[in-house]
């Protein structure tokens, strides 16, 4: 019974009140879309029940905001069920770390996750494997559900090495927190994203990506099956494993995103330049 998830990443964009203004138009649209009458006084509505997702568990939206935009999501989607998220955070919590992001702070903010790994942090700003490790303990610690990204570059598909590349990140992304894993794996979800297919328009066949996604659900159950998660073996480890949600990202359109969804195992998505606009986010659904 594993959640889907629908997952914003709004990377360096809006403005605080273009920010409201999206909440605001998104949480209308998607309850028209779900047929849901309006509230008598025009308040906000928890929309968690807009259904259940394919695997059985709960259908999820999260919006991976800029920082600097946490808490005007927060104030204005409190109440409707959808969930808010930090795009970045550091290792500690506090310090001398000049500009990084607490995830203690997140919390208190009323942030419900942090992305950890994406591809642009680790090319641009230099995140290692051993980062997303720790950052990834630190989210959960403060109480965060944590998201990891994975993904090889077009000359590792070209070598052949997209497995190997996946394998590693997820493996080292999560090896400080299988105990935290065994415990409730709705907290942690894997991101498959392609960095050849991010932001170019060039997405991933669905075969490509589910793939990929079988491989690393397989590797998943390996790995928690030897980890304190699978403490009971590797039948504990696969049943762990089945719990946890893998989301493809990188050029997911309203065009592409159903071909993609009904892959069993692709249990959502995370969104970029489709992410932006309430209607073509809603377009995914
Ligand atoms: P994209 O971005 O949908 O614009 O390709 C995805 C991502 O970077 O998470």
Redesign the pocket.
Known sequence: MRDFILAA?W?LNKTPSEASQFFRDFSEKLEDRLSLPPTAGGESRDIRGFGEGPNGGRRRIVFFVPALLVATSEQVVKGTGLEIGGQNIWVETKGAFTGENSSDVLNAMGAAWALVG???RRSIFGETDKHTAQKMKTALTSGLSAML?VGETLAEREAGETLKVVFRQLEEGLSLIGDVIAKDPSRVAI?Y?PVW?????KVATPEQASEVHQALRKRLAEFLGKSQAGAGGADSGTTVASEIALLY?????PDNAKALGSKPDIDGF??????LEPDSFLGLF
């Not at 297919?197 to 328009?201: F, N, Y």
């Not at 990202?249 to 359109?253: F, H, I, L, P, W």
């Open positions: 990443n990377k994406h591809s642009e990204c991101a994203e297919a991010i932001g170019t328009g990202g990188g050029s997911v359109k995370l969104v970029g330049g489709a992410s």
